[in-house]
Structure formats: C-alpha cells, structure tokens
C-alpha cells in the first residue's frame, strides 16, 4: 500500500506547488547482520523514471528479530556519499525521509560500510556521528506507520527522537498516507503551505478524510514546534535539483 502511493510523491509536489524542481530518490533498508541486500538506492529523478525503483527493489523481511535495521547506513549514504544542488549551491537542506518500526543500530562497522558503500572509515562510524553529516545536507525525519510491529513501542519513538529531534519522528495513523504525509511537510517547510490549509489542499487532490486526519495528526508536533518559521526562510532553488529522498523499509 504504502509502494503504490510514493509513487504518487512527485505528481503531488508539483500538482500543489510545495516546491520548486524536485528531485526524488528512493532507497530500500534492510539489515546487514542478516539480508542479503540491506542497502539499495536508486538515483535523483525528475520525472516518473523513480517509479522503476519502486517495482524492483528486493524487500527481503528477514530481521534479526531485535528490533533493530541498518538505517544507519542508508544515513551513512545519504550524509557522505550524495550530492544535491540545493546544498551544494545554495546551501539550502534537502528532506530524507525514513519510514519504518524499527531502532537504528549504534554504529555502522567498518566492514559494512566497506561491502555496501565502498567507503574506508578506521573503526566504524557512530549512530550519533552519522546523524549528524546527514542532517546538515537534509531535514532528516523518521515516519513510524500504525500496523508496523513496534507502533506502539514508546523505546522506538524515543530513541529516534533523540537522534533527529521529537518533532521529526512521526506517527503515521494511516499508512496510505504516507505520500500526502511527505507532500504536507515538505510544503509546511518550504512556506507554500500554511498549517490551515492541509485539510483543503489535501481534498483538493482527492484524498479521503482518513488521509487528512492522519496528515493533520501526524504533523501536529512539528507544527508546534516553531521548526515550520526557522525552515521557511530559506531560498528556493532557482533551477533543478531541490533534493528529496525517501528511504523506506
């Protein structure tokens, strides 16, 4: 449900205007202690190209069965081994999307990161110390859809919000709403979006009013927060390359 609908993220980005050339990426993350494939990105695109990502990555379910995934090597990758011209040129963040149940390992090893990334680190890179290179190239948040195994886990929700910041762990109520969940934010950040007007942009798109109470629900905190005012000011990108990246289990 969730594949089907972020295909939909791009159409909704520039149906409603909330920013200026996109770029989408997608990426898949497993768990390098026992997948096969536990990392898997596809490339910045602008038009529905994306979509081929989204039918061919091998989503294993293996799990080591300790609530734990290697999201901090998908992080590793965007934080060290991506460029976007939003930043690179106009210093401006791009948005990295995780969407999962699980907690993130401590650290990524050296070995890992050498199999999957091709990158040489002396001892392995720490949870914290990765964050942290991805967050000044991204707004980095962490979806958590209702129906996942560890929803209802309050350890899941708080380690992450330690890691990116409470109001950028989400919960999601309805997980087919995870692109107009995506759309909203990325519209609220970039101020072409008021926090009044979620419900009508959203109908306006033809989404249903469980969609919109998950929405609105789910981006309650960081409404709150006073994140929305700090964001906005930026400048928009001028040309292509407003980067968005979206990491999915």
Known sequence: KMQKKLGQLMGLLLRKGYIKDPQVLFAAVGDARCDRVPLQVGQFES???????????????????????????????FGHRTDIDCYEKRGKKGYLFLIGDEKPYVRSGKEELQALIADDVQDGVSIKDIVKAAQEKYNVFFIIPK??????????RETWQALIGPQNVIMLEEPGAVCELIGSTIGLLEGNLDAGGIAS???????????????????????????????ATGTLPDKAGGGTSVTRL
């Open 201 to 231: 942009d959203l109908a306006d798109v033809g989404a249903s009013t469980a969609i919109v109470r998950a929405v609105t629900g789910g981006l309650d905190d960081l409404i709150k927060s006073g994140a929305l005012v700090k964001a």
């Open 47 to 77: 038009d529905v190209a994306m979509d081929d990502d989204l039918t061919t990555f091998v989503l294993e379910g293996g799990g080591g069965g300790q609530n734990t995934e290697s999201y901090e090597d998908a992080l590793y990758f």
């Open 147 to 156: 129906g996942t195994s560890h929803y209802h886990d309050p350890v899941l």
